[in-house]
């Protein structure tokens, strides 16, 4: 067992941070930070943490390279502290799309970040719905991956929808969404797409049943919105009688918010792995889910030393 378990936030989301503090029953930890006129990041941890079980909760959100830098520099600083152990909490890693090189002369981001973070000082990380799950192996220090399906899958099972197809967008995702079918006895369908720019697909193929049913995408991100859009048209040229569409990290940068207002989408329901309220006010449609329950009870098996793979028992 290590140290008493001490719980710090960064700026990207100190919302989220707050809620699990609140959960656990703990106060949050005091730390100063703020930019130098240059625009560098400061740092000072304003309590004793030599010998304590530090975890800091900072998704690497927009805008990603402030909010990274100062999760790496708040690492430096917490094991220059003599911390006993130190957890980087990320519900949104950053960069992991680039998880592979898939064209000549390209970085693998998801690697690098992952050594940066190590190197740092993270002695463990706890994430959420990776954009791939092989990203666990660029660590050679401990992950916990938590996945955002029963908390989605609860709000899916409320709607009480009948004639239900969960969706995939992609190859890539089918698992998850063969998943989410299981648990709630739902359809499954599989979108054939061909990525030929960034933020820019073109749906070939529909593979499954979605003519008069009600239909719910599923997937990791939504980011520019364009693809999800480009789904939603081909799913209600096919005959769809609705379509919604669920994801675990809402980034919804650029023209996303209006794309979703101008759209046929019954609902998009994302989780506050990264701040919500400003998007939510700005598109109805929008429904955002708190993760802080599930992510306050993995952060509170870590400490324990409990199982943290129970919490997705069936």
């Known amino acids: ?61 927009p ?18 502290s003599s911390a006993s152990r130190v957890t980087a909490v990320i519900p949104y890693y950053g960069y992991a799309r680039q998880d592979r090189k898939d064209k000549p002369r390209v970085p693998i981001t998801s690697k690098l970040v992952a050594d940066l973070l190590s190197k740092a000082g993270a002695d463990r990380i706890l994430a959420m719905d ?51 079918a299981k648990r709630l006895g739902a359809a499954l369908a599989i979108i054939d797409k061909r990525r030929f720019a960034a933020n820019q697909t073109e749906v070939l193929h529909i593979i499954g049943e979605v003519e008069g049913r009600n239909v719910f995408i599923v997937d990791d991100i939504i980011d520019t919105a364009g693809t999800l859009i480009h789904t ?10 609705s379509v919604s569409a669920s994801a675990t990290h809402g980034v919804l940068s650029g023209p996303a918010l209006d794309r979703i207002n ?33 992510l306050a009870e993995a952060i509170r098996r870590i400490h324990m030393e409990d199982s943290v793979s129970s919490l997705f028992d069936l």
Do not use: W
Request: charged share 20%; with cysteine.
């Open 63 to 80: 805008p990603v390279n402030d909010n990274l830098l100062e999760l790496l520099i708040m690492l430096d600083a917490f094991k220059r």
């Open 130 to 180: 990776l954009h791939a799950p092989q990203i666990q192996g660029f660590f050679n220090i401990p992950v916990d991956h938590l996945f955002a399906a029963p908390v989605i899958i609860k709000h899916l099972k409320s709607l009480e929808m009948e004639d239900l197809t969960i969706v995939s967008p992609d190859a890539g995702g089918v698992e998850r969404a063969r998943a989410y």
């Open 1 to 61: 067992m290590h140290g008493s378990m001490k719980i710090f936030t960064g700026r990207a989301h100190p919302t989220l941070g707050h809620e699990i503090c609140k959960i656990l029953g703990v106060d949050p930890g005091h730390v100063l930070l703020y930019n130098f006129s240059d625009g560098e990041n400061y740092t000072q941890i304003d309590e004793n943490v030599r010998g304590a079980d530090v975890f800091i909760i900072q998704p690497t959100c």
């Open 232 to 241: 939603m048209e081909a799913l209600l040229k096919a005959g769809a009688k």
């Open 262 to 294: 101008k759209s046929a989408l019954n609902q998009v329901v994302v989780t506050d792995t990264m701040p919500m309220a400003d998007k939510v006010a700005e598109c109805s449609r929008i429904k955002s889910l708190s993760i802080a329950e599930l």
